[in-house]
């Protein structure tokens, strides 16, 4: 299995740009996650996903960022317009549902900076 | 709500030196527990888990012990490589598909 990927690897753009970071799960896994990385909130839930309908948004920071799970292969979190205070490394996860031991697999990342 | 505590970092060790991270969770019900090791530019990556008291997680070298009396689940290691080198997190899952994680412990090891 691939495990989790995430593209771009790497996002650089100026304010007030759009950015669209995408994810794809692993195969057969009914729940995604989006997290933020930064040095000094360390990690942050922003939004789950199972079977592809949001369960918890409360992590969004704001109506500047939205995500989307139009299939159970494919998700996509946006920012429009991007601030220099999102510049951050955004992780998918991906789990298979269903019970409470069962672990989170991460891609590695895409790391956004906006200057 | 539920919450994971880990002590701060950075932990420095020379190579071949114990390690123990302390970590205490508050919780409802019967969590499951997690450590995720995250290396440098990389995600995170489950290191091991606990799904009920007294259950031991092992992994690579490394421990820990579901301890539902305490409420912790301290990571372990009797000898610390370079290559451990990371950052550390605790995490639960509490009857459902979310995790809470800590804050995260960065160890470093010099040879």
């Known amino acids: 299995d691939a495990g989790v990927i995430q593209s771009p690897r790497h996002e650089v753009t100026e304010m007030g740009q759009e950015v669209t970071l995408r994810c794809k799960p692993i195969?057969?896994?009914?729940?995604l996650f989006w997290y933020r990385q930064t040095m000094m909130r360390g990690l942050e839930l922003l939004i789950y996903?199972?079977?592809?309908?949001?369960?918890?948004d409360s992590g969004m920071p704001e109506d500047r960022f939205s995500a989307k799970m139009p299939n159970a292969s494919f998700s996509t979190l946006k920012i429009q317009p991007s601030e220099p205070r999102d510049s951050a490394v955004y992780f998918c996860?991906?789990?298979?549902?269903?019970?409470?031991?069962?672990?989170?697999?991460f891609g590695p990342g895409t790391r956004l900076t906006v200057l | 709500g539920d919450s994971v505590t880990q002590m701060e970092g950075p932990v420095t060790l020379s190579e071949e030196a114990c390690l123990t991270i302390?970590?205490?969770?508050?919780?409802?019900?019967?969590?499951?527990l997690f450590w995720y090791v995250q290396y440098p530019g990389e995600g995170l990556q489950l290191l091991l888990k606990a799904t009920k008291a007294d259950d031991k997680g092992s992994n690579k070298g490394f421990e820990a012990t579901y301890r539902k009396e305490t409420t912790s689940f301290h990571l372990e290691k009797g000898s610390v490589q370079v290559s451990d080198s990371a950052v550390y997190f605790c995490?639960?899952?509490?009857?459902?598909?979310?995790?809470?994680f800590g804050g995260g412990t960065r160890l470093m090891v010099k040879p």
């Open positions: 995490a639960l899952n509490n009857a459902g598909n979310m995790l809470t």
């Open positions: 996903f199972n079977n592809n309908v949001p369960i918890d």
């Open positions: 302390n970590c205490t969770y508050t919780a409802t019900g019967y969590p499951s």
């Open positions: 996860a991906s789990s298979p549902s269903g019970t409470s031991y069962n672990e989170q697999f």
């Open positions: 195969s057969g896994h009914n729940s």
